[in-house]
């Protein structure tokens, strides 16, 4: 099987939007708070990742609701509040700062979350 272009770079760069997640989230875990390196690697990913979502819906025979588009939409959502919920705490109270062990549970959540979405999708390519 040939991969369409469209997909090939889709692939591409869902599989960027998984490093700079991994870079973001494995340094606030480790060092548990926030700083402006890891929120520019997390808004990278978020973006890599609406950028590859948009060419799969477009490359997409289906209309988008699919078990795997229902739990890679969910899964950006979630990476995507996870940032929102960041970048408040970094506003409010500067960089540096410790992450509240709930918002810090939370990003463990969405990373785990996007990894079984990002796995699950890479399962149905290979395994066409």
Same mark, same amino acid.
């Given at each position: 099987?040939?991969m $369409?272009?469209?997909?090939?770079?889709?692939? +591409?760069?869902?599989?960027?939007a998984? %490093? &700079?997640?991994?870079i973001?989230?494995?340094? =606030?875990?480790?060092?548990k708070? %926030?700083? @402006?390196? %890891?929120?520019?690697?997390? /808004? %990278?990913? /978020?973006?890599?990742?609406?950028?590859a979502?948009?060419?799969?819906i477009?490359?997409?025979? $289906? @209309?988008? /609701? +699919? &078990? !795997?588009?229902l739990?890679?939409?969910?899964a950006?959502?979630?990476m995507?509040?996870?940032?929102i919920?960041l970048?408040?705490? $970094?506003?409010? =109270?500067?960089t540096? #700062? =410790? #992450?509240?062990?709930?918002? !810090?549970?939370?990003?463990? &959540?969405?990373?785990?979350?996007?990894v079984i979405?990002?796995?699950?999708g890479?399962?149905? #390519? #290979?395994l066409r």
């Amino acid at each position: 099987m040939i991969m $369409k272009p469209i997909i090939m770079v889709a692939s +591409t760069v869902v599989t960027l939007a998984l %490093i &700079f997640y991994s870079i973001a989230i494995i340094t =606030e875990q480790r060092k548990k708070i %926030i700083n @402006n390196f %890891i929120l520019t690697f997390l /808004v %990278i990913g /978020v973006l890599f990742d609406i950028s590859a979502t948009i060419m799969m819906i477009i490359r997409s025979s $289906k @209309n988008g /609701v +699919t &078990f !795997h588009g229902l739990l890679g939409y969910s899964a950006l959502t979630v990476m995507l509040i996870d940032a929102i919920l960041l970048m408040r705490l $970094k506003a409010k =109270e500067g960089t540096g #700062v =410790e #992450v509240p062990k709930p918002l !810090h549970m939370y990003s463990r &959540f969405a990373y785990a979350w996007w990894v079984i979405a990002y796995v699950t999708g890479t399962l149905i #390519v #290979v395994l066409r």
